[in-house]
């Protein structure tokens, strides 16, 4: 045993530090665990703020003519020829739903804010999207103000498997007010999307960053361990919380580095923490 000075990380990202007497591991299993969940609390609710991008996209391929009520206006097969956007130079059409919902009576699902959604190419292999977030806030009190875009491979994607690459980019801000920069670069692959069947397989990259506080945290996806999520595991969405396979690399400014792996496959929210001293804790997500 011997002295160490013990330093936490909390949801908020405030550091506090205490001199007490502890084994290595011990130490390093904690404050391991602390910052994981830390950014696992993030990536959760910048994926809340996909749901709305799923959303506008179920709203504009299922309208059949423009229309503006004051809170959703949607424009369909607008000529990028007469109305460029960055972005879209390739397509001849594009298709806009902008939601706008700050203003009390636009209040939707507990979301407020403005977002802009463009997407094309829908009914073939060139799908491509660009979600403009505009200070939204979700159901849980976190703000989100920067943008997704998500573009399908021709290349790799089939009638039966859909792969799509997305990047985000933007300010994350807490209920409590604390802020990080959080940005993040993924490739998808779906099979059997949208059924009781479906799998995901991820590869990621993300980084955060604090905003009033030096702090920084990046988590990389394991090469040829990409993370494996199933809808049979879970209620629908809920499988979008809990990869069951696949490992995650991270890394700080403040030098703490571990691995996350998820598991075989198996059904259960179990995931194996092992920190740069080579020792593990295993506890559910």
């Not at 994981?36 to 299922?62: G, H, P, R, W």
């Not at 004051?70 to 109305?83: K, M, Q, R, T, V």
């Not at 699902?109 to 505009?134: C, P, R």
């Amino acid at each position: 045993m011997r002295k160490f000075l013990i330093c936490t990380v909390t949801l908020g990202l405030m550091i506090s530090c205490t001199e007490e007497d502890m084994s290595d591991n011990v130490s390093i299993e904690n404050s391991d665990k602390e910052n994981f969940e830390t950014y696992k609390n993030l990536d959760l609710a910048m994926d809340s703020f996909d749901i709305i991008s799923e959303q506008a996209s179920l709203e504009v391929q299922n309208s059949s003519k423009s229309s503006n009520n004051g809170c959703i206006s949607i424009d369909l097969l607008i000529s990028f020829a007469d109305n460029p956007i960055s972005g879209f130079e390739e397509y001849d059409y594009y298709s806009r739903m902008i939601l706008d919902y700050t203003e009390e009576q636009c209040q939707f699902d507990d979301w407020t804010g403005k977002l802009e959604y463009y997407v094309a190419g829908v009914f073939n292999q060139k799908w491509k999207d660009s979600a403009v977030f505009k200070n939204v806030r979700g159901a849980e009190g976190y703000t989100f103000d920067g943008y997704r875009v998500a573009e399908q491979d021709e290349m790799l994607s089939t009638e039966t498997i859909k792969v799509f690459d997305v990047v985000i980019d933007g300010i994350i801000t807490e209920p409590d007010g604390d802020s990080y920069r959080y940005s993040t670069n993924r490739n998808f692959l779906f099979e059997n999307r949208f059924t009781a069947e479906e799998i995901i397989t991820l590869k990621e990259s993300s980084n955060v960053e604090g905003i009033s506080q030096t702090y920084f945290m990046s988590s990389q996806s394991v090469e040829g361990e990409p993370l494996i999520y199933k809808a049979v595991c879970f209620n629908r969405y809920n499988f979008l919380r809990y990869p069951v396979e696949g490992s995650l690399d991270f890394s700080s400014s403040f030098g703490i580095n571990f691995n996350i792996d998820f598991g075989d496959g198996t059904c259960d929210k179990e995931v194996t923490l092992t920190g740069d001293n080579g020792e593990s804790i295993v506890f559910d997500l």
